[in-house]
């Protein structure tokens, strides 16, 4: 059987395993699903040290809610998966508007370099925080 590599991360909630008091860890797919949420939430210059990680998804937010935005907003995920991402191959990306929630709609499909999985579906939605 191939050697297939394994990604672990701390979770984001920061809160304690119940039975051992350690923090929580996210392993493997779950780990990737939660990074590549983080770095697309990511203001460019929000971390320091790296001025151009991220993706300024959130400045498109205020940008009218039509197809030319979520061309925008897909552009932006694309090449910041490219850049920032090397354990994803992106397959597939769909940004729809959603009108009835003021936001977009986001569904990335994509395979995990170096492991021969499934290929993962990531959904989340993008809206106004403000």
Known sequence: ???????????????????????VVKKDDAA???AIVNLLLTNKGERPFAPDLGSDL???MFEPLDVAT????ATNIKKT???YEPRVAMT?????????SNGFDVQIEFE???????????EFFLERTR
């Open 1 to 23: 059987m191939a050697n297939q590599q394994s990604f672990k991360d701390l979770s984001i909630t920061f809160k304690p395993h119940p039975v051992t008091g350690d923090l």
């Open 32 to 34: 990737i699903k939660q």
């Open 58 to 60: 959130r400045s498109l």
């Open 70 to 73: 979520a061309g925008q907003v």
């Open 81 to 83: 998966l490219r850049d």
């Open 92 to 100: 597939q990306l769909s940004v729809e508007a959603n009108f009835d």
């Open 112 to 122: 995990i370099v170096g492991r021969e999985d499934f290929p993962q579906t990531l």
